[in-house]
């Protein structure tokens, strides 16, 4: 047996208004929910058993998997009582399931090709207490870049260098294995972060590694990756998985057209628009004559509207002839 932690407690804020109506987690990438997508990838890699971490309710997976398997692999729930952040969710999770012996974690916002078995044996091989899966960044002072030495053991973190001062190109990619040990160096019921306080105690330990990696991986939490995760799909990047482009519960009326995009069942394309680039969700509908560019939708753009760069959510809509670029509706900053 192999067992799992999936961090999925956060609120889905980036991505609003999408996630007023829709769990993070649950909304689909190539008409498949982000967790299954996860929690199949770590199956391919040998975890039998998976616990959400979750920040709130679990109704909306436990509606989605009634019959509490994802993918193959067993699922239960952990309910942080308060915001425990990934640390202390990984804790409050491992304590909730007894989990006793090497364990992964992934971030619930990561789609990844990553081999986890490989990952596993890597950290097993040096006998590390914890290991990270690494990717290469073209821009690493947007992130936290780690210093490893030849054997891969991980020196120091460094958080944002400055253009031109960073040890290396790579990034905590979000996919880690653990030892049980690394859980008594994390606070029970304590707000604490795995990545600025729990793996810089592991260095002192000299007992943390990284494995790099060029397999596909993304961060689908921001509404412009969300839209790319599924345009992968479309347009052929992860060799090993495909979607069909429209669901046969999706309607595109003789006229439409339909170009690299998504279109889940019970959304609707009218004859005479045109939708590029877009992800169309449940919901979503585009009228005659609209024409809709590089968008996610649950709502409805009206006859003629003209959109690109929209991210509109469910029962939002664009009235017709309405020229939007850039915007998110409803204002993901309202009260």
């Known amino acids: ?3 799992a932690v999936v961090l999925v407690g956060g609120f889905g804020t980036r991505l609003r208004p999408l996630t007023w109506s829709v769990p993070k987690p649950m909304l689909p990438v190539g008409h498949v929910a982000i967790i299954e997508r ?3 990838n770590l199956a391919r890699g040998g975890v039998t058993d998976v616990v959400l971490a979750l920040g709130f309710k679990p109704e909306p997976f436990v509606e989605a998997f009634p019959d509490a398997t994802c993918a193959g692999v067993r699922l239960s729930y952990a309910v942080e009582p308060e915001p425990l952040d990934t640390a202390g ?43 990270i899966h690494l990717i290469a960044v073209d821009d690493p002072s947007a992130f936290g870049v780690v210093a490893l030495d030849a054997d891969g053991r991980i020196q120091r973190f460094v958080e944002k260098p400055p253009a031109g001062t960073a040890p290396s190109n790579l990034v905590n990619a979000g996919t880690y294995v653990l030892e049980p040990s690394v859980l008594e160096l994390i606070p029970a019921g304590q707000k604490v972060s795995i990545e600025r306080s729990t793996c810089p105690l592991i260095v002192e330990q000299n007992a943390i590694f990284g494995m790099a990696s060029d397999d596909y991986w993304i961060d689908t939490g921001r509404p412009d990756l969300y839209l790319q995760a599924n345009l992968d799909l479309v347009q052929g990047r992860r060799p090993h998985l495909s979607c069909t482009p429209i669901a046969d519960g999706a309607t595109v009326e003789p006229g439409a057209q339909v170009v690299d995009s998504v ?3 019970g959304a609707h394309v009218a004859a005479g628009a045109r939708v590029e680039r877009s992800v ?17 939708l649950m709502g409805c753009v009206g006859a003629g509207a003209d959109v690109a760069g929209l991210v509109l959510g469910a029962g939002a809509t664009v009235e017709p002839g309405e020229r939007l670029r850039d915007v998110r509706r409803p204002d993901p900053d309202r009260d």
């Open 89 to 131: 969710a990984i804790r409050f999770a491992a304590d909730a399931a007894g989990i006793d012996d090497t364990f992964v974690v992934a971030n619930g916002d990561v789609l990844t090709d990553l081999d986890i078995g490989r990952l596993v044996a890597f950290h097993r091989e040096r006998d590390a207490a914890a290991t």
């Open 38 to 40: 996860l929690v199949a």
């Open 280 to 296: 169309l969700l449940r919901g979503a509908s585009v009228e005659a004559g609209a024409v809709v560019a590089d968008s996610v």
């Open 263 to 265: 279109v889940d069942d």
């Open 1 to 3: 047996m192999m067992r």
